[in-house]
C-alpha cells in the first residue's frame, strides 16, 4: 500500500503473592497520555482524507477510541488519523545531538482482526510522510504493546514534533481503535533495547527472489465472480488461435482465490517476509486518479470453505452464508502494478506475520481483487502443468 501523506508507558510489574494477578503501570516517559481523564485533550488532532470515511476520537473507561465510518467509501483507501505535537515534553536538544533518536510506544485494542496499524513521527519540515513511519501486524482483538525507534529522525530545537497513530483501508464498513496509552521518548539509540510487537514496514523493497528455499505451487486455483454467485469459473481461459490457454482473470467483477497445501510445514516459524510470484497473460488498465488505482490488492481469506476445489467453487461456497468482509479480509497485505508484458513476473512481497498464518492454517489462502480500473490475466495452474501457476517462496527457521 502506498500511505498518502497523514499530515507512553514502561511496564513494571509488581508480583504478588501466590493467587493474586500481576498488575502493571506505565514507567514515567517524557510524554505520554494515558486517556484517563474525562475528555480527549485539546492538543490532539483527528482527520480522515483519500475518501469519504469519518472519524471520532474521544476517551471513556482509562483509554481512548477512534471511531471511523467507513460506509459511505468506495474505493477503500482511506486514511484516518490521531496527531499531537509533543515537542514541548521532549527534549528535541537532546533528540537532534547523533546517536538518539524518538522511540514511540502504544498499547492498543482493535475491533477487527486480523490489521495492521501504524505509528509515525514527523515535523513541520517533513516532505517524505513514509520515512517515519511503521505498521504493526495486529492478530486479534486483545491488547497489544507495540513500540518503535526510529533511525535517523532530526529535529531542532524550536520544530514542531508530531507523533500519530493511524488505521488505514479496513474496509467499507464501521470500526474501532483503542488506546490505552501513547508515550513517546528521547531514547540513546544504541541501548534503547528491542522494540514491541510484530513491525511490517510499508510497501518494502522486493526482496531477491533467489534467497528463498521454500517455492511452493499453488494447490488450487480459481476465481469468484461477483455478477455470477452461482457459478464455478475453473475452465475459464483465453483463445489463441486453435488453442485454449487456463488463465485467471481479476476485475471489478471477479477476484482470483489461490490455496495451498502447506501442511508439510506445520509447527515451523517462517523467518522473514517472502513472496507470491505470479506470470503475466494479459494486462488492461487505465491511467486515472487517484494513484494509486490500476493494482492489484492481494488480501488473506480468512474464512468461509477451508478445502474449496477450484472444480466446484463458486463465491456462494467459498463463503458457506458468511459476509464477505468475514471471509476475505478488506485489509489488503499489499497493493501491486502487474507486470504488463506477456511472461512477466509480478512478485508480491508477503509480510512474515500472513505467511505465518497460512502455514499455522489460520489464513486459508490469498485473493487478488482489483483496486480501481483494471483487468489482469495471469497464467493458471493448468497451463503447462503448472509451469506458470501461482507460488510462494519462503523461508522458514531450521
Known amino acids: 500500500m502506498t500511505i498518502r501523506r497523514l499530515h507512553g508507558r514502561l511496564w513494571a510489574g509488581s508480583i504478588l503473592i501466590a493467587g493474586f494477578l500481576l498488575t502493571a503501570r506505565p514507567a514515567s516517559a517524557q510524554f505520554i497520555d494515558e486517556f484517563s481523564g474525562p475528555a480527549i485533550h485539546k492538543d490532539w488532532t483527528f482527520f480522515t482524507g483519500d475518501g469519504r470515511a469519518t472519524?471520532?476520537?474521544?476517551?471513556?473507561?482509562?483509554?481512548?477510541s477512534l471511531l471511523v465510518d467507513a460506509t459511505k467509501d468506495r474505493a477503500n483507501i482511506w486514511w484516518a488519523l490521531?496527531?499531537?505535537?509533543i515537542a514541548p515534553y521532549i527534549d528535541v536538544k537532546r533528540l537532534s545531538e547523533p546517536g538518539h533518536e524518538l522511540r514511540l510506544e502504544a498499547r492498543v485494542r482493535l475491533g477487527e482482526a486480523p490489521r495492521r496499524v501504524h505509528v509515525q513521527a514527523n515535523t513541520q519540515k517533513t516532505t517524505n510522510f513514509d520515512e517515519f513511519l511503521m505498521e504493526f501486524d495486529i492478530p486479534d482483538t486483545g491488547w497489544h504493546t507495540i513500540s518503535w525507534t526510529t533511525r535517523g529522525f532530526r529535529s531542532e530545537p524550536g520544530d514542531a514534533v508530531n507523533i500519530q497513530f493511524a488505521i488505514t483501508d479496513w474496509g467499507l464498513g464501521q470500526y474501532r481503535a483503542d488506546l490505552d496509552y501513547f508515550k513517546a521518548d528521547v531514547v540513546d539509540a544504541g541501548h534503547a533495547g528491542p522494540d514491541l510487537g510484530e513491525q511490517t514496514p510499508n510497501h518494502p523493497p522486493v526482496p531477491d527472489p533467489?534467497?528463498?528455499?521454500?517455492?511452493?505451487?499453488?494447490?488450487?486455483?480459481?476465481m469468484i465472480d461477483l455478477r455470477f454467485p452461482d457459478v464455478n469459473l475453473n475452465g475459464w481461459h483465453s483463445v489463441d488461435?486453435?488453442?485454449?490457454?487456463?488463465v485467471l482473470t481479476v476485475n471489478g467483477a471477479q477476484f482470483i482465490i489461490l490455496r495451498w497445501d502447506l501442511g508439510a510445514y506445520a509447527g515451523q516459524r517462517v523467518s522473514r517476509a517472502g513472496l507470491l510470484e505470479l506470470t503475466t497473460h494479459t494486462l488492461h488498465v487505465a491511467v486515472t486518479?487517484?494513484?494509486?488505482f490500476g493494482q492489484v490488492r492481494v488480501t488473506e481469506v480468512l474464512g468461509g470453505d477451508p478445502q474449496w476445489d477450484q472444480r466446484s467453487v463458486t463465491l456462494e461456497s467459498l463463503l458457506c452464508g458468511k459476509p464477505m468482509d468475514e471471509v476475505l479480509n478488506p485489509q489488503m497485505i499489499?497493493?501491486?502494478?502487474?507486470?504488463?508484458?506477456?511472461?512477466?513476473?509480478?512478485l508480491v512481497t508477503i509480510s512474515r506475520p500472513v505467511l505465518q498464518r497460512l502455514v499455522d492454517g489460520k489464513?486459508?489462502?490469498?485473493?487478488?481483487r482489483p483496486l480501481g480500473p483494471i483487468d489482469a490475466t495471469f497464467y493458471a495452474s493448468e497451463h503447462e502443468r503448472g509451469a506458470r501457476a501461482a507460488r510462494l517462496l519462503f523461508n522458514t527457521e531450521k
Open 210 to 222: 533467489g534467497i528463498f528455499h521454500e517455492r511452493v505451487p499453488v494447490s488450487h486455483d480459481s
Open 241 to 246: 488461435g486453435d488453442s485454449k490457454i487456463p
Open 82 to 85: 490521531i496527531k499531537r505535537n
Open 55 to 64: 472519524i471520532e476520537f474521544r476517551q471513556g473507561d482509562g483509554y481512548g
Open 289 to 292: 486518479e487517484p494513484e494509486e
Open 363 to 368: 489464513t486459508l489462502g490469498l485473493a487478488i
Open 334 to 346: 499489499i497493493d501491486e502494478r502487474v507486470a504488463g508484458q506477456r511472461g512477466g513476473r509480478t
